[in-house]
């Protein structure tokens, strides 16, 4: 009876634990013909209402394995619930230097992420978050998609 009894907690434990690990936010932008054009700017809109914790951001990069580049780089542009406005360049790695990929390969999907840890959102309300490609071609061929996902900090 109590060997019963401990696994149904436990179990019952690892669903709650979960459960308490689901994104604030969740969305990708799939791009047409698998082309990131430049006029293509992805936008997600966030709602934050509680501005006393620390949010991670992780932007989510899919490719073929037909990608041309071993880098992408792309401005994230920030419009705050009150109009203000940042925009802020990344680079990120897609392949090592001998041409391996960097991301979780799965048959010719490559899935790279970027991490922003710890931000802090200084005001309640709808953020607004889009993404410009910052290549000098005007169009990236073989893009699946990009995504944006927003989790409360786990050290809070």
């Known amino acids: 009876m109590n060997k019963k009894v ?16 689901q994104p604030i936010y969740e969305k990708s932008y799939s791009f047409q013909k698998n082309k990131w054009e430049m006029n ?13 914790k620390t949010y991670d951001f ?5 490719t073929t394995t037909d990608y041309q580049f071993n880098n992408v780089w792309f401005y994230l ?11 802020e360049p990344f680079e990120m ?3 090592n230097t001998d041409g391996s990929w960097i991301g979780k ?13 710890s ?3 200084p005001q309640k309300g709808v953020y607004s978050f889009y993404l410009e490609q910052g290549i000098t071609e005007p169009t990236l061929e073989n893009v699946l998609d990009v995504g944006l996902r927003v989790d409360f900090n786990q050290a809070d």
């Open 6 to 21: 401990l696994i149904l907690s436990a179990l019952l434990l690892v669903l709650l634990s979960s459960c308490m690990n």
């Open 40 to 52: 293509a700017k992805p936008t997600f809109k966030v709602d934050i209402q509680d501005t006393s």
């Open 58 to 62: 992780t932007i989510t990069f899919r």
């Open 77 to 87: 542009n920030t419009t705050t619930p009150d109009g203000e406005k940042a925009r």
């Open 93 to 95: 790695k897609i392949t």
């Open 105 to 117: 390969k799965t048959g010719t999907i490559v899935e790279n992420e970027l991490f922003f840890k």
């Open 119 to 121: 931000r802090k959102m």
